[in-house]
């Protein structure tokens, strides 16, 4: 029986099976011919497209040419293409041209057509067009903005975040982070380049957040982000966080915050922080208080040259540089006659790196 | 009786080697599915976003460029100076001489006027000693470093003990990244914390206008060995790794270029000295320690940075380079064989470990035995000779479907490959190439495994005549 089944059952639905393979490989590879045909006659049509609306978007910037004009020439089926033809415009225009570039796209049928794709689009065309609302600055759009915020799709609120930010709509900031929060997959780096993109606008309502805010992960965020613009008058509230927190990931971001901006009055804290167990704290202590200028700590950096962990050893070497020229001298005896092989070799890695600026 | 028991035997064989190929089949739609939807996806995302808006406020993350380099004589100096111009707001290029006996150190030392300094380690994997450190002040973003010969990833290690940045990207002295290599492969530890280690395409150099470490002109190699490689190298990133990467399952990123966060290779060891496959077997182990540690931990493919390769062109020196490929396959398996259909490493322990097991180790056993009881069914008379001859072509046929699709994929998304004739040079490839080429592979991994069986283990020679000026 099985014999049969391999000799004759089988030999049929091979046979059926080459066949339909055969057919299967011939549309694939006529599919193929026919996705390079569209790819390239969509290119050239692109390129004709793109060639006359250049002329015609020069002669709209030098005034030659209205809105009104210049959209009556963009029929409503090639608005896709005509975003994407302004998009690296947008990108790389300035000042008055880029305002009346952007005014194209806002006070016209485009504006409407990217609201439309940014409440009825699938999820690619939601996180387009929220993308392209924040290229223009287009303020008009801010409710529909928000409302993109409590998107289920990941891209499409980083996107509509990220535009709020471009419009400037600091008020939004409270919505922003609460809908981080409750998100799955939090990239403290991807939320850190939404609150970067507000500019230093945002450090006082940052601030203001973070005196009631109770969530370590965006105490974290937010002191990162006023460590970034070195907002001088959130050191004390940083500092308070610092010296009352327990928790190893908010001390980290407030001491290298404090560093940043440089904040005097952290000084005494900090000394203490270089006596903490977790290496972090004390190689970070470190790097702040040789940025703040703190030389009454010199004898003890030479301590900390021997310390067990490499960042801190580094950071020690590179702090007694920065200090003084006396921490310098100290740091070339070190290297050539240190009986502590740790630090000799850190204060030889150092001292290379500061000779050739590595 | 002896006849009866022979012809049984086939019987069976050859309703295993039927399920085995119906298995396999199945499994390769099903990645060929899953990869398309990711390509697209992934294809459509990056078009619109500029991908330096992401990296442009400095609180990216910093990245050492780990060269390991033996015998690179002729091509350090171009692809060094290709990786110092790499596009990154903050990178650093650390290139590990491993006791190369030709002129590799001397180029580099008097190429970028480099002066030997008073240096030292960052961390302390076990490595081959340091002979000395290399630093220039017209590039300080590099650091030489020459070592006593210890293997590849003796070498990597080495850089990796001297890595200061929070990640490092490990690339083959002789290829040639693209230059927004960097950006792209970075971006998923940005947008994801839990993302380890992140593996890029390699593609195959043959064939492009090649000049200063720069790839300036696309087009597929002259000769078919080529080819038929460019298609392999389509089938198994394009598909092969987006497919397991959608369920976090990748068990191989590239020697030729992966990104690993530096803290995660520390905590499992760095490279394995003296490994034949160190770069599946460093992927295989991170899943192993820290999926345990963090089950939300993720190694992941990016079809987008490309690193181009040079591809060999000659039947030796593929050859051996395939049988290292399978011994290192088995190596890897066979060092964390535990892991097979563990549970507790989620679709790497119940999939893809099984995967590599049953088709990549045993693979080329089925599929070699296949012909053998093949042939001797047709003489006993199991399996008339238009049915052989069919079935054969089947195999043929889904080969060349599945090799099309990775081709229609890389149309669908990347268009690397801009001429028409490009593509039907491709075809050719994908036709010809599971005729002949495909078995010769399976003899020669089958050999591989019965070599690795008994006790040879080396990494063989790797003769490469360099691509471009």
């Not at chain 1, 580094?314 to 702090?319: D, H, I, T, V």
């Not at chain 1, 005896?333 to 070799?345: F, G, L, P, R």
Request: glycine share 8%.
């Amino acid at each position: 029986m099985i014999g049969k089944f391999f000799n004759q059952g089988a030999l049929w639905t091979t046979t059926m099976a080459v066949l339909a393979l055969l057919f299967v490989v011939g549309m694939l590879i006529l599919y193929c011919f026919f996705l390079r045909f569209v790819s390239n006659s969509s290119k050239k049509k692109q390129f004709k497209l793109y060639a006359g609306w250049e002329k015609m978007v020069f002669q709209y910037l030098e005034g030659e040419k209205t809105t009104q004009e210049i959209m009556a020439l963009v029929p409503r089926a090639r608005y896709a293409y005509f975003q994407h033809f302004l998009k690296s415009y947008l990108l790389a225009l300035k000042g008055d041209d880029f305002e009346k570039l952007s005014a194209l796209v806002t006070n016209t049928d485009l504006f409407s057509c990217l609201i439309d794709q940014l409440v009825h689009g699938d999820e690619q065309v939601r996180s387009e067009s929220a993308f392209f609302i924040g290229l223009v600055r287009a303020r008009q759009a801010k409710e529909h903005l928000i409302r993109g915020l409590e998107d289920k799709d990941e891209g499409v609120y980083f996107n509509c975040a990220l535009s709020l930010a471009k419009i400037g709509a600091i008020d939004t900031l409270g919505i922003i982070l609460g809908q981080f929060r409750i998100r799955k997959k939090p990239s403290r780096d991807l939320l850190l380049s939404i609150l970067f993109e507000f500019g230093t606008d945002a450090c006082q309502p940052l601030l203001w957040y973070l005196k009631g805010e109770p969530d370590a992960f965006s105490i974290s965020l937010i002191v990162d982000a006023l460590g970034h613009y070195r907002y001088y008058p959130a050191g004390e509230e940083i500092l308070c966080i610092l010296d009352a927190t327990p928790g190893y990931d908010v001390r980290i971001n407030c001491i290298r915050a404090v560093g940043k901006i440089e904040y005097l009055g952290a000084m005494p804290s900090l000394r203490e922080c270089m006596n903490d167990a977790d290496w972090r704290v004390r190689s970070l202590a470190i790097w702040a208080l040789g940025r703040i200028g703190d030389d009454s700590v010199e004898e003890e950096l030479v301590v900390y040259l021997g310390d067990e962990n490499w960042w801190v050893r580094y950071r020690a070497a590179e702090a007694l540089f920065s200090l003084s020229r006396k921490g310098r001298e100290a740091l070339s005896v070190i290297a050539q006659h240190s009986k502590n092989k740790k630090a000799a070799s850190v204060t030889r890695i150092l001292l290379t790196d500061m000779k050739v600026g590595g | 009786m002896v006849n009866i028991s022979i012809i049984g035997a086939l019987y069976i064989y050859n309703y295993f080697a039927l399920t085995y190929l119906l298995t396999i089949g199945t499994i390769y739609f099903v990645l060929c599915f899953v990869s398309f939807k990711t390509i697209r996806k992934y294809s459509a995302k990056v078009s619109y976003i500029d991908i330096k808006d992401l990296f442009r406020y400095g609180n990216t993350k910093a990245v050492s460029v780990i060269v390991p380099a033996y015998n690179e004589g002729n091509s350090i100096i171009n692809s060094t100076s290709a990786f110092l111009q790499l596009e990154y707001p903050d990178f650093h290029v650390i290139v590990v001489n491993d006791g190369s006996k030709d002129d590799t150190l001397n180029n580099l030392i008097s190429h970028f006027s480099m002066k030997r300094v008073p240096y030292g380690m960052v961390d302390s994997i076990d490595t081959m000693p340091v002979r000395g450190f290399y630093r220039s002040k017209e590039h300080p973003s590099l650091l030489v470093i020459d070592k006593e010969n210890g293997g590849k990833a003796d070498a990597i290690n080495t850089g990796i003990n001297a890595s200061k940045d929070p990640l490092i990207c490990v690339i083959d002295a002789d290829s040639i990244l693209e230059r927004d290599c960097l950006l792209k492969v970075v971006r998923p530890f940005v947008e994801d914390e839990n993302v380890i280690a992140v593996g890029g395409i390699v593609r195959i150099a043959n064939g492009c206008k090649v000049e200063q470490g720069r790839v300036l002109e696309i087009a597929p190699p002259k000769k078919f060995i080529g080819k038929f490689q460019v298609v392999e190298y389509l089938r198994a990133f394009l598909f092969g790794r987006t497919g397991f990467d959608a369920v976090n399952a990748m068990l191989i990123i590239s020697g030729a270029f992966g990104c690993f966060s530096k803290d995660a290779v520390l905590k499992v060891g760095g490279y394995r000295a003296g490994c034949i496959g160190e770069d599946m077997e460093l992927v295989v182990r991170m899943h192993k320690i820290l999926r345990r540690q963090n089950p939300n931990t993720r190694i992941t493919f990016v079809p987008d940075p490309v690193c181009w390769t040079e591809a060999p062109e000659t039947l030796k020196v593929l050859r051996s380079q395939r049988v290292r490929w399978q011994k290192g396959t088995i190596q890897s398996i066979m060092l964390h064989k535990d892991m097979f259909l563990n549970t507790d490493y989620g679709w790497v322990g119940f999939f893809a470990f099984p995967y590599f097991v049953i088709f990549e180790m045993l693979g080329p056993f089925v599929e070699f035995s296949g012909y053998i009881v093949f042939i001797l069914s047709a003489l006993f008379g199991i399996v008339s000779l238009p049915f052989a001859i069919m079935f054969l072509t089947v195999a043929v046929l889904y080969g060349m479907v599945l090799s099309i699709t990775s081709v229609i994929l890389e149309e669908l998304s990347f268009k690397k490959y801009p001429k028409t004739s490009h593509l039907l040079h491709l075809f050719c490839a994908a036709f010809l190439e599971n005729i002949g080429y495909r078995q010769l592979q399976t003899w020669w991994r089958f050999r591989a495994t019965i070599e690795y069986a008994f006790g040879s283990r080396g990494w063989g020679k790797m003769e490469k005549k360099g691509v471009g000026k």
